[in-house]
């Protein structure tokens, strides 16, 4: 692989890095809210349901499952997401060993030593 080629490539994995750790702080913020208005819900139905406390809190839960279930996707989402990161770390990693792998191949060739 040529060596701009390959430089071409670790800039354009740089650009989709900042952008994944960018979307992974929407993401997170999403996550956040959703926990939050899980867990505010939850309280709320729990307090104001009537029963001995298993029975509020299986009233609540039944209550909150919507909530729950937004708070679970949007984990689930987060949690996508920093995979994405580290392939990208990984992919990057591999560049730069191919990039230099290119440079060393070129110095060879230039002093004339064959690898």
Known sequence: MLP????????????????????LGELEQTAIEAEAAYKVKFSQVFRG??????DRKQ???????AEWRNWSLA????????????????????????????????SLAGSGITP
């Open 4 to 23: 701009a080629v390959i430089a071409q490539q670790l800039g354009q994995l740089g650009v989709d890095l900042d952008q994944a750790v960018r979307r």
């Open 49 to 54: 349901a009537s029963g001995s406390v298993e």
């Open 59 to 65: 009233q609540a839960v039944a209550e909150c499952d």
């Open 75 to 106: 984990a689930s989402a987060v949690h996508v997401q920093k995979e994405h990161m580290k392939a990208l770390h990984a992919r990057i990693d591999v560049g730069r060993s191919l990039a230099s792998t290119a440079r060393a191949e070129a």
